[in-house]
């Protein structure tokens, strides 16, 4: 075992949480990730399902995962994790390729049957010579006889006995990187305020993990987890779905407008359904629709009626929405449609995380049917851009499809709580009483923006019409005329681009003076900046250009990548930004680092396509 009692101070490290579907794996990551945020630490959690709903128990199919990165200067989940705590043999099995090279191993030793071996097809009764695990750097820790005789007086039968061993895990980690169990505990009362006596015995089972570690102290060293200067406030640890609820509830606030959201499940993006059902104490209506097209058509019904309207979705989701998306660009509503985006095509991947519904929120609907498309960078960040999507939508009357995806949503980071004046106030476009006097027409326009008026029913003198037939341009009744139809196109196309009047401009990261830039896009922000990071200090300066508007770009964007001498594009997917870049940028090079396998990408991946790239590899 490793010979050290003294208390080392490290400024980050990476954990993999693993076992069968039902050991509870992410509430025990996401305990340590909250406490961990509490503490003044960083932190970046990537939650990894299984696709299969309940493979059998003990199965490598079955194994689910929570790899949480926790420390200082933190952006991604990290490559490969210095602790992995395996709850059987199975876990162990799959979870031992993330590990870093001299990585701790904890496991349950108890869980090495000869039933859970052949389970998880192992050759031999000793999957630790099997595996080729150096033994000084595995923890075999009696977990299932260690709960048993921990909760032996309680009464409990032994599935409810059972159902506590991720909480002698988690103690254990507390005790191994110096987390206080008091607020641990503190997280667990909450959980089960209404169910004494399982908290109760988690506080017991608690415990026992962290004696149990204190107590073989000798043998295996403790960490303190070094913390970044934060500014003052309120952190805690968000994940990226109930970010981007709470960015429509702030959005509500600022605008004035009621919120509806209109929505049909669907894996990954149900959480946020889920939580804003939970906001009547807000006024949030959160209606569950029979299907997804009744899910945005219900959306662009209550946006007419003067609601911040949203609807959210997956890929497949989207697609059937198109048509109601459609009719919005036409009647020219506010409307935010919220893609998490995951494997496809068709049911493909519903678990894992991909970036492969760029070109379907761009082109994806009939006809010239444009509107404005962004991309969360960070669980965090899909407050901010949630909030954002609400203001654009309401401020330029368009829909607009805010894109994350399942890597982001279903991850946490971070979070300092915002204050109120932090954001800015949403002011809807409405009609105003002196144009309603004046004749007022459903699709008159502000002169500049070329943004039509909003009118609310109940306004007096502002009934009206509006819908998927074209309109026309100076009496807003129904067109058919082939010139008006071609004005009313680019007219609702300007009013699109107008929008890069109205959000920040690009910001050059990292290297700003080198000759080749990194491109990112939406949820790969902490990856690529990472890398960018470590190329530049290992001496291969790159600077990075990552993208949270993409349409309108932001309009000094394409002005700042044509200064570079090489464009690296690296996604999720075969190559849709780096194919749209290419249209506004037909005199240049895009270079491109893709992946597409369910996964998010490692950083190491990254800096080895940088540097193939540029001949250094």
């Known amino acids: 075992m490793l010979q050290s009692s003294n208390v080392k101070s490290i400024e980050k490290v990476v954990i993999r949480f693993s076992g069968d579907s039902g050991d509870g794996m992410q509430l025990a990551g996401n305990i340590f990730s909250n406490v961990s945020a509490g503490e003044g630490n960083l932190i970046s959690t990537f939650p990894d399902y299984p696709a299969e709903i309940r493979a059998p128990q003990g199965s490598l199919s079955g194994v689910s995962g929570f790899q949480v990165s926790v ?15 395996a709850m059987n043999p199975a876990a162990l099995k799959t979870n031992l390729k993330y590990l870093k090279k001299g990585g701790i191993i904890i496991c349950d030793a108890d869980s090495f049957t000869p039933a859970n071996l052949k389970k998880a097809l192992y050759q031999t009764d000793d999957p630790v010579a099997e595996l080729g695990i150096d033994p000084e750097h595995i923890m075999l820790v009696p977990m299932t006889t260690l709960l048993k005789h921990t909760l032996a007086d309680t009464g409990m039968d032994n599935k409810a006995i059972m159902k506590c061993k991720n909480m002698l895990a988690l103690g254990l980690v507390c005790w191994l990187f110096d987390r206080p169990v008091d607020k641990v505990l503190a997280k667990l009362k909450a959980k089960f305020a209404k169910k004494p006596a399982v908290y109760e015995a988690n506080e017991k089972v608690i415990h026992a993990g962290w004696d149990y570690g204190h107590n073989t102290h000798a043998s295996m060293p403790t960490y303190r987890i070094e913390s970044d200067e934060a500014k003052p406030g309120t952190y805690t640890d968000v994940n990226g779905n109930t970010a981007t609820a709470w960015g429509l509830i702030m959005a509500s606030e600022k605008s004035g407008r009621p919120l509806f959201l209109g929505s049909y499940p669907i894996t990954p993006a149900t959480d946020i359904l889920h939580e804003l059902a939970k906001r009547k104490d807000l006024g949030v209506k959160a209606c569950q629709m029979e299907d997804e097209i009744a899910g945005v058509c219900s959306a662009i019904g ?16 989207l697609a059937l929405k198109s048509e109601g998306i459609g009719l919005a660009v036409m009647a020219e509503l506010p409307l935010v449609i919220i893609d998490v985006q995951r494997g496809g095509p068709s049911t493909g991947l519903p678990t894992k ?17 444009p509107l404005c498309v962004l991309a969360a960078a960070s669980p965090t960040d899909c407050f901010t851009m949630a909030f954002e999507a609400a203001r ?6 368009t829909p607009v499809i805010l894109l994350t995806d399942a890597f982001i949503a279903n991850g946490s980071s971070a979070w300092r709580i915002p204050e109120e004046e932090d954001f800015p106030e949403i002011k809807p476009n409405f009609v105003t009483p002196e144009q309603l006097e004046n004749g007022w027409k459903p699709f008159d ?17 502002g009934m009206h019409r509006v819908g998927g037939l074209e309109k026309d341009f100076n009496t807003s009744v129904i067109s058919t005329d082939g010139p008006n139809h071609e004005r009313m196109v680019k007219v609702r196309r300007e009013k699109i681009a107008n929008i890069a009047n109205d959000i920040p401009e690009l910001e050059i990261e990292c290297a700003a003076d080198s000759d080749t830039v990194l491109v990112g896009w939406g949820g790969t922000y902490g990856h690529v900046l990472t890398a960018a990071a470590e190329l530049t200090a290992e001496g291969t300066p790159v600077a990075l250009a990552h993208f949270r508007y993409i349409n309108p770009l932001p309009k000094n964007a394409l002005d700042e990548l044509k200064k570079y001498k090489n464009i690296i594009v690296a996604e999720l997917n075969t190559g849709m930004f780096a194919d749209y870049l290419q249209q506004k940028l037909p005199g240049k090079e895009i270079m491109r680092i ?3 396998e369910g996964q998010p990408f490692l950083v190491e991946e990254i800096v080895d396509g940088v540097k193939k790239h540029l001949g250094k590899a």
């Open 353 to 369: 995380t991909e970036q492969t519904d760029l070109m379907q929120a761009l082109y994806g609907r009939n006809g010239e049917s």
């Open 302 to 317: 209550a946006s007419y009626a003067g609601h911040l309207a949203v609807t959210s979705t997956s890929g497949p989701g």
């Open 71 to 85: 420390g200082k200067n933190v952006h991604t989940p990290g490559d490969h994790a210095d602790v992995l705590v």
């Open 445 to 461: 326009r502000d002169a500049e923006s070329l943004v039509r008026y909003w009118a609310v029913p109940g306004m007096e003198k």
């Open 594 to 596: 893709n992946k597409i």
């Open 392 to 397: 654009i939508a309401v401020e330029h009357m």
